[in-house]
């Protein structure tokens, strides 16, 4: 059967044009940018609808899933699971176009060059996104970005100020995008093998995950977890740094306090539904939880617990690749993350109030 888009992305996107168009504050040259990224969404779900069709791809059995709040170490967890030869961490230059990474791969490096100049121009409207999240076109990347083809993601309000949109989206069911999240990932798996031609699996990580279990697990019945747990003092003020940086690059008009009120409205409560029913959330599949200063602290022993709950291999090859990865990649390769709590209107007190039962429940 072919799979065709759902009406209800076209009204996600009314949703999102409206919203951004009205509220978002974007500087005059980048409203062409922002509503190209629209066509292009568009675009995607298009193209994979028709690929699937014809390619019938393998279905996603169990793939692993790096699931926690923003800025609690999964970027960092990700890129090394990505490392094992058993796994296969989807780069962004594949996650940009899920249906040319399932083509010839001749044409691998013209994509691999758009999703690079994207990336380069990025980083130029949002300089100090680099320190917080390094992106790279040949770097394992969100996979995020297959749900917002669907116009149903929560990046959209970290990359904007879209109140109203954001208002619209969690009223939504996420069901069917992530259905389609599922149908774009089959596509761009499909020639994604080992030495053996035997299928990799997928290692995914996306914070905004963390909102959506329900739905997740629904499209991925079999999911196996990883879950990230940070102070969430100290990730929500770390999320709305990231949050200036990003909603910089289209906008010279950022409400600090603002962010800071945004990021604690909508990470308070998830935190008090994790810790009341995490394990429902996930209908009761496997999960490993780690606390982000064991992941800094001890990097190598903390992977290990990892792979063991995988059931995968910790061979010599993959540990040192790690090595190699850690000695090139320090915490400040890339510069240094300088943020404070009071400058987006929080009080850590304040805010490890609001969140004992998670912090309780999760040994943070």
Known sequence: MTLRPEPMFDVGEEEFRTAVLAEGRLREEDVPVVLGSLERSRQVITDVAKAHNDLKPAPIDAPVVVIGMLRTGTTLLHNLLSLHPALHGPRLWELSDPVAAAGDPETYPAVRAAAQAYVDDYNRKAPDLASIHYLHADRPDECLRLVVNTFHS????????????????????????????????????????????????????????????????????????????????????????????????????????????????????????????RDDLVNHQPVLDLRYRELVADTKGTLQRVTDFLGLPHTTEFVDDVENYLAANGQRSKGVHRYSTDEFGLDADDLRAATSAYRTRFGV
């Open 154 to 277: 929560m990046v959209l309000e970290m990359r904007y100020r879209v109140p109203s949109f954001g208002d619209w989206l969690h009223r939504q069911d996420l069901t069917v995008p992530y259905q389609w999240h599922r149908h774009q990932l089959e596509v761009l798996m499909s020639r994604r093998t080992d030495q053996d031609g035997k299928p990799l699996t997928p290692v995914l990580k996306c914070p905004f995950h963390t909102w959506y279990l329900p739905e997740l697990v629904a499209a991925y019945p079999n999911a196996r977890f990883v879950h990230l747990h940070r102070d969430p003092a100290e990730a929500i003020s770390s999320t709305a740094s990231l949050c200036r940086a990003v909603r910089g690059a289209r906008s010279d008009d950022l409400d600090l306090p603002e962010i800071g009120a945004f990021w604690r409205s909508r990470i308070v409560p998830l935190t008090e539904k994790l810790a009341d029913a």
